[in-house]
């Protein structure tokens, strides 16, 4: 069923994609579209997951390399009945975490050496289970392909003025206008809710994976505070989504909690309370 929905949410901003391309340069600007939609989501659906894990320097380990990590994991695994992902660490103080990878054969979990200094066993399995619960619900592909087709959406947009196509293919320019305008600001609050709203999936699932929703608590909030003040130098708004805590946390942009891909940290804690009387 997960895997159906993460099909249809690719499909479904696929077409927006296309319907925009179509409403700028009519029918050519359809097929452009269509084109760069079947090439964006094939790069994302086979590639995107290594050039992740290239532009964050993340390094390989295994049982040998980095056994306690390694036998987190594992147990997790059996209890979410998940074929064991590859792990990686990122040489990087800020504290924090993702997964990535089209499926769950090909599912790449990676967490920073800040998070492994500064987080508690019982919290580094926290949030573990968060990162499989998004492998669990194939979060990593709706997330990658949602960012992809909203950046998209907005170079569409930036310059739809050039587009080839004959004059009458194209709408009234006024509503020309208000599409260049609105249409980015759709997709970004697509991605917005999209990303959001599985967060809290996920912090659901960790906590109930675990059976233990105040060490998710924990975490997050050790999480939330240290980055804060140790910024991840390589991090990139088109990635931001993927990461447990919001990469640009210490970084002050007006107006970044609103279009945030992230819930607050207090807004997830306050969920797993509700999850110790359930």
Not at 246 to 264: A, I, R, V
């Amino acid at each position: 069923m997960e895997q159906f929905k993460t099909y249809a949410l690719m499909i479904g901003l696929t077409l927006l994609f296309i319907w925009f391309g179509g409403m700028i340069a009519g029918q050519s600007g359809m097929i452009i579209a269509f084109i760069a939609a079947v090439g964006m989501n094939f790069y994302a659906y086979f590639y995107s997951h290594e050039q992740v894990l290239a532009h964050y320097h993340a390094i390989p380990v295994d049982r040998h390399s980095a056994a306690g990590l390694y036998e987190i994991v594992e147990r997790l695994t059996r209890r979410a009945d998940l074929p064991m992902p590859q792990l990686y660490i990122i040489p990087e103080a800020q504290p924090n975490a993702f997964a990535t990878g089209r499926d769950y054969e090909h599912a790449v979990v990676a967490v920073t050496e800040g998070l492994l200094e500064l987080l508690n066993e019982e919290e580094v399995e926290a949030v573990i289970a968060h990162e499989l619960s998004h492998i669990k619900h194939y979060d990593m592909l709706i997330g990658t392909v949602a960012a992809t087709i909203s950046g998209a959406i907005a170079m569409l947009a930036n310059f739809g003025m050039f587009f080839g196509g004959n004059s009458e293919d194209r709408p009234n320019p006024i509503v020309m206008m208000i599409l260049m305008i609105i249409m980015p600001l759709a997709a970004t609050i697509i991605q917005m809710t999209v990303s959001r709203s599985r967060e809290f999936m996920a912090d659901e699932g960790a906590a109930r994976m675990t059976g233990h929703p105040e060490w998710l608590q924990s975490a997050l909030m050790k999480l939330d505070n240290y980055a804060r003040g140790i910024m991840l130098p390589e991090a990139e708004p088109q990635t931001a989504h993927m990461f447990i805590i919001n990469p640009f946390t210490g970084k002050d942009f007006s107006m970044s909690q609103l279009f945030s891909t992230h819930p607050t940290t207090e807004e997830r804690i306050e969920r797993l309370e509700e999850l110790k009387y359930q």
